[in-house]
């Protein structure tokens, strides 16, 4: 289960970073709260990852992979 809570942790990451760059410098209230949610969700889901996981693993994969994401989405704008 803890790698299911990883992976809820890296979309809510992806998420997060994608309102964050639609809230236009928090200046569009419903993208704003919607990364701040996605966010939220994410360190959540990351520290219940952590009740089955050593923080060095969870972490690198968690960080890794959202890069690889941000990446692969963002690459197209």
Known sequence: ???VYL???IIGE???TTFLKMSD???KLLFS???LVAY???FFFLAK???GLDISLAYAVW???GIVIVNLFGAGH
Do not use: D, N, R
């Open 33 to 35: 709260t919607l990364a």
């Open 1 to 3: 289960m803890s790698y």
């Open 49 to 51: 990852s952590l009740e």
């Open 25 to 27: 410098g928090f200046t």
């Open 40 to 42: 939220g969700l994410c």
């Open 63 to 65: 960080a890794g992979v």
């Open 7 to 9: 992976a809820i942790a």
């Open 14 to 16: 992806f998420l997060g």
